[in-house]
């Protein structure tokens, strides 16, 4: 099979590249060729820009991929605009989308009104009703992370895009938080520099604490994109891709401190008892745990990697690759006498 990769430099996408080699496919990737990403020698490489798909159309057509893997969708006309391009060419395309665009999303950063949201998330959960994902403080903050990101970022209309196309056949897949070497956002550093710098306790706020959330190691996740790549049976299906379980923030630490070897505590604090850099005002009582049956009963999904190696990995990586973090994030001072008040107490 044929296989072309628009996005194939970033976070997950040497992953799938590599998985689909393994698997024997042909693969092309389709970038602007300024990343320093080292991808396989064996890829077909085009150069392009995806806000510009058009100018790339006869490339694309002359390697005549079967599937086209958008890593990089940020807003609908970029759908549209890769629909029109690859319509006649490929037989599927395969778009990545988020878990951020469900109505539970909404509820815990605050915009969203309403109950709560019943957890796990299926496919068929209720969607966000507004389209401003995250304030544009946020959105500023994430370009400046992940260059495709725009200003009017959203995967709903992505997706209804992709899905409604009635001559190309789509395919979503919903991620989850995801970690690993290479992760930009790098989940685990905030508790992991704390754990080398050999604090005896971790703060987080009680709510934040219960706060269940999907993730995934890149690897794993990259294995689910390529399946759902390669499988016809996935044409016109959405797939949540998480790990089995949703722990929560407090298991999630504890599961970094048992592989970084640190011997601390863990305690939990109201509010309005937490310093001012570590306080959080999502409505953590919303959890965002989803359910990825549907790809493991479908796809026959399971994770290629398993738990110690992944966090043994992520958790080397951090270590050889710090963060330029603000040193406000690190208040050691304002964490002790907070610590001091529950010893006293």
């Known amino acids: 099979m044929r296989l072309l990769i628009i996005g194939a430099s970033g976070f997950i996408g040497p992953h799938v590249v590599a998985d689909l080699l393994r698997r024997g496919h042909q693969v092309a990737t389709l970038d602007r060729g300024t990343s320093l990403t080292q991808l396989p020698q064996q ?104 260059g495709w990101l725009d200003d009017e970022y959203d995967k709903i209309p992505v997706e209804q895009t992709v899905l409604a196309d009635s001559e190309l056949p789509g395919t979503v897949l919903r991620l989850p938080m995801v970690y690993g070497p290479g992760d930009r956002l790098h989940r685990f550093w905030p508790y992991l520099k704390r754990m080398d ?60 401190a048992d592989y970084a070897d640190w011997r601390g505590t863990i305690v939990t604090l109201q509010g309005d008892d937490m310093p001012a850099h570590l306080r959080v005002n999502s409505r953590c009582e919303q959890d965002w745990s989803v359910s990825s049956e549907r790809i493991r009963r479908e796809l026959g999904y399971e994770e290629p990697v398993p738990e110690n190696v992944a966090f043994e990995r992520t958790i080397t990586w951090e270590r050889e690759n710090p963060p330029a973090m603000q040193q406000e994030m690190f208040d050691y001072e304002a964490e002790d006498r907070a610590l001091a008040v529950v010893k006293s107490g």
């Open 197 to 256: 710098d050999q604090r005896p306790a971790i703060l987080l706020q009680q709510d934040l604490a219960r706060w269940r959330s999907p993730r995934g190691y890149a690897e794993n996740v990259a294995a689910a994109i390529a399946l759902a790549a390669v499988d016809e049976r996935a044409a016109g299906r959405i797939y949540n891709v998480a790990e089995p379980e949703s722990f929560s923030e407090q298991e999630w630490v504890r599961k970094i």
């Open 43 to 146: 890829i077909t490489t085009i150069r392009g820009d995806r806000n510009n798909l058009e100018a790339s159309k006869e490339q694309i057509e002359k390697f005549g991929p079967d599937i086209v893997i958008d890593m990089i969708l940020s807003r609908r006309r970029q759908a549209a605009d890769l629909m029109d391009t690859v319509r006649g060419i490929a037989r599927r395309v395969v778009a990545i989308s988020s878990g951020d665009v469900y109505r539970a999303c909404g509820i815990l950063h605050r915009f969203e009104d309403g109950p709560l949201q019943e957890v796990p998330l299926t496919e068929e959960s209720e969607l966000r009703t507004k389209h401003d994902v995250y304030p544009p403080a946020a959105i500023q903050q994430l370009k400046n992370i992940f």
